[in-house]
């Protein structure tokens, strides 16, 4: 390595350092600042609705250069997705509000399986491997050792909402890649407008839902009961909430997905020492309880590479000619 590449290099591992570490903070405070805040501000439509706010605002104040719309038919079409990316948002407090971060963690680690099963609808539908068949039924192991010891009385509120949010969450992926998918007409709209999009245009959605649930009343003595360290997690939500765009297509630019992959499974492990040890719920978890869902982080990874081999192989078979030339033997 020369001389002159040698800063370039130092820099390049700076940045990805630097991209790292934001990435996990906010991807690991994503979940953490959201349960603390939905426990301080038991108001999740009104929650939801601040957060999407400060993820529009500082969009619009610190990427405007970055976000492009080509037209108001974009948009239109766009609109598809509001439902389900506002029903993501919302269910996820909602589970958040009644159950502890590792079963969210356990439960939604078998959204995969929804996910499969709705792409069998698709016209030519990914095949499906024997280890993607072992995955997740080792993820479906791991999810009944975790319920073996749970507190179902005061937990399966928090089951019910984590299976809408995989639902959303599926269909908001599915709706998504869809309208970006460049063989299907794909809207001409960049990164940053994609979330400028999903936050802006789902507020008046969800402004409706605050007054139909009737939490703008409770505005006033929510906020009365709030101390300077309620005020930080719900601020800290917004933050991380809007952070986690912007350093996630960071960090993907800077490092292989198969990495990527690892990061986020890493940052599970770490919301579920964080709950173990520094949150420490009412019910703390079991040992029976932690293997569980560890088990279905690590059917999750197992998952994830077996559906990247059969994709490859996928990719690698439309590449190959229809005919095959053969030459003529004299």
Request: glycine content about 6%; hydrophobic content about 55%; overall charge positive.
């Amino acid at each position: 390595m020369s001389s002159d590449s040698t800063p370039m290099f130092a820099t390049r591992e700076l940045e990805t350092a630097a991209a790292v570490a934001s990435w996990a903070t906010c991807s690991i405070g994503m979940m953490v600042f959201n349960k603390l805040a939905i426990s301080v501000f038991p108001a999740e439509c009104m929650l939801t609705a601040v957060q999407m706010a400060v993820t529009a605002l500082l969009l619009v104040l610190f990427a405007r250069s970055s976000i492009h719309i080509g037209s108001w038919e974009d948009v239109r079409r766009w609109c598809m997705v509001v439902p389900f990316f506002v029903g993501m948002l919302l269910s996820s407090l909602l589970a958040l509000k009644h159950a502890p971060m590792s079963l969210v963690i356990a439960f939604r680690g078998t959204s995969p399986i929804l996910a499969l099963c709705v792409e069998r609808l698709y016209p030519n539908p990914l095949a499906v491997s024997g280890p993607m068949l072992l995955s997740m039924l080792t993820m479906c192991f791991g999810v009944a050792l975790y319920c073996r010891d749970m507190q179902w009385a005061e937990n399966w509120g928090g089951v019910v909402w984590v299976m809408l949010n995989s639902l959303f969450a599926v269909g908001d992926r599915l709706i998504q890649r869809y309208l970006l998918a460049k063989d299907q007409r794909p809207v001409d709209v960049s990164t940053t407008g994609v979330a400028l999009l999903n936050n802006a245009l789902s507020i008046l959605p969800i402004a409706v839902a605050v007054f139909a649930s009737g939490e703008f009343r409770e505005l006033g003595p929510l906020c009365q009961k709030l101390s300077g360290r309620d005020v930080l997690w719900i601020v800290a939500s917004c933050v991380v909430g809007c952070g986690i765009s912007f350093t996630g297509i960071w960090v993907q630019r800077l490092i292989a997905a198969t990495s990527f992959l690892v990061m986020i499974n890493v940052s599970k492990f770490a919301i579920i020492f964080l709950e173990v040890y520094v949150i420490k719920n009412k019910n703390p978890l079991t040992v029976v309880q932690i293997v569980g869902v560890m088990v279905t982080i690590l059917a999750g990874v197992w998952y994830g590479r077996a559906r990247r081999d059969i994709e490859e192989q996928a990719a690698k078979g439309e590449q190959l000619p229809l005919v095959k030339n053969e030459t003529s033997k004299c």
